[in-house]
């Protein structure tokens, strides 16, 4: 069983940056890929970034390609999600989600554990 929990949302403004972290418990979690997801009022939920177990392969939704980095350190548990030049269509709740393969998925419901969310809000 893994459990996740992010965090480092907040409000910011246009042209900023935030690092979300996502701390993993259990043994298993450095086996797993990883994305970040996110939500926006009214909208479904979607990929932002996904990550191989060992970080040798990620990827980006085409709308934060250059702008966000994804990252993990195995051996802290933890996955992290690098935003920068912040725009006000980022705002959303940000989900990290683990598979239980080695690699990420696009679709949401390949994944097998959820965080419960954090919240980023980007002002114009």
């Known amino acids: 069983q893994v459990q996740l929990v992010e965090s480092g949302g907040g409000l910011v403004q246009a042209g900023a940056s935030l690092r979300l972290s996502c701390a993993a418990s259990?043994?298993?979690?450095?086996?797993?890929?990883a994305g970040w997801f996110r939500q926006a009022p009214g909208k479904e939920r979607e990929f932002v970034a996904g990550i191989r177990w060992n970080g040798g392969s990620t990827d980006y939704a085409d709308s934060v390609k250059a702008r966000f980095t994804i990252s993990r350190d195995n051996a802290k548990n933890t996955v992290y999600l690098q935003m920068n030049s912040l725009k006000p269509e980022d705002t959303a709740v940000y989900y990290c989600?683990?598979?239980?393969?080695?690699?990420?998925?696009?679709?949401?419901?390949?994944?097998?554990?959820w965080g419960q969310g954090t919240q980023v809000t980007v002002s114009s």
């Open positions: 989600a683990a598979t239980n393969s080695g690699t990420y998925y696009y679709r949401d419901a390949d994944y097998a554990y």
């Open positions: 259990g043994r298993t979690f450095s086996r797993y890929g």
